[in-house]
């Protein structure tokens, strides 16, 4: 009895780590260049179908596998000359805090108070290291090369890229950070200004999350329902127990 109980309880665990994926996918349905989560498992159901059919003992579920989707999202165009999509596999590389570097193909651009070019407030690199601008009247050809409202060359956006499947752990948002001995490669994709990435997650992939979130939300009810169920049982059993 009480393996069963472990067992419900590991198997909402899972479905509850499975709902903050699903929630944190659709509330990413408006962040540009986002990159939705897929969560995999073996649901609880198919587990016990699969070991009544087989006479298994039953075993303690398995956690779920978390991977990023990393294919690109639409581009749309904004007239913001401070915007650029990555048109082909590539990252745009920042400096984080502490000195260290991220990696995101959010392309809304900035300019903090150094004069450095930024994304979401981490300084841009270049060739030549950060980029620094006089101000936002610039325009950047597909190479990356950006250039300031005379047409002179300002400097050039470090695109980047890495073997497939990325060695890249998500940060939060759309921030990633290479695994240890990621090998950085050169980008042969092309930018596109005025155009930001959006989100991989589609309306009609956010219809999937939905029912998918509704149908963790029926199983992790089911597993507490079998909790409640065993503990109910361990004390009547205690009461008979104690009363005999």
Request: proline share 2%; net charge negative; aromatic share 8%.
């Amino acid at each position: 009895m009480r393996e069963s109980m472990v067992i419900a309880g590991k198997a909402m665990d899972i479905a509850l780590e499975r709902m903050d994926v699903i929630s944190n996918n659709l509330a990413n349905v408006s962040t540009s260049a986002y990159k939705k989560d897929m969560i995999y498992s073996s649901s609880f159901k198919d587990m016990m179908t699969r070991q009544i059919a087989t006479g298994e003992v039953p075993e303690i579920p398995k956690g779920n596998i978390v991977v990023t989707d990393f294919e690109a999202g639409n581009f749309r165009f904004t007239g913001e000359k401070m915007n650029a999509a990555i048109d082909g596999d590539g990252f745009y590389k920042i400096q984080l805090a502490d000195g260290s570097f991220g990696y995101t193909r959010a392309g809304e651009f900035s300019i903090n108070a150094e004069k450095q070019l930024t994304i979401h407030g981490r300084v841009v690199m270049g060739d030549g290291g950060s980029i620094t601008l006089e101000d936002t009247e610039i325009t950047m050809d597909s190479k990356g090369v950006i250039y300031n409202r005379k047409g002179d060359r300002q400097a050039s956006l470090l695109l980047v890229n890495f073997e497939q499947p990325y060695p890249l752990e998500k940060a939060g948002g759309t921030l990633f950070i290479a695994k240890e001995n990621a090998e950085e490669l050169p980008s042969t994709a092309e930018i596109k200004q005025q155009y930001i990435e959006e989100s991989n997650v589609s309306a009609l992939s956010a219809m999937v999350e939905m029912i998918n979130l509704m149908d963790v939300m029926r199983q992790y009810e089911t597993q507490q329902k079998m909790i409640q169920y065993q503990d109910d049982a361990t004390e009547r059993m205690i009461t008979q127990l104690t009363q005999g």
